[in-house]
C-alpha cells in the first residue's frame, strides 16, 4: 500500500494550535493512518464526504 499526502486545511493549520495537546494528539494519529490508507480507511477513523470534490 502506498502512503498519501495529506495536507491540513489553512483554517485547520490557524485553529491546530489552539486544541488542548490530547485533541491535537488525536488528530495527529489520525493524519497517519490517513496517510498510510488513503481512501481506503474506513470508519470509524473515515467516512464519505457527500458533494465533495477530490483531487487525487
Do not use: C
Request: proline residues 5%; hydrophobic residues 40%; aromatic residues 8%.
Amino acid at each position: 500500500m502506498r502512503d498519501w499526502k495529506v495536507e491540513k486545511h489553512p483554517l485547520l493549520a490557524e485553529e491546530f494550535e489552539d486544541f488542548s495537546e490530547s485533541v491535537q494528539d488525536e488528530l495527529l494519529a489520525e493524519i497517519v493512518l490517513l496517510e498510510k490508507y488513503g481512501p481506503h480507511l474506513k470508519r470509524p477513523h473515515a467516512d464519505t464526504l457527500k458533494n465533495s470534490k477530490t483531487v487525487l
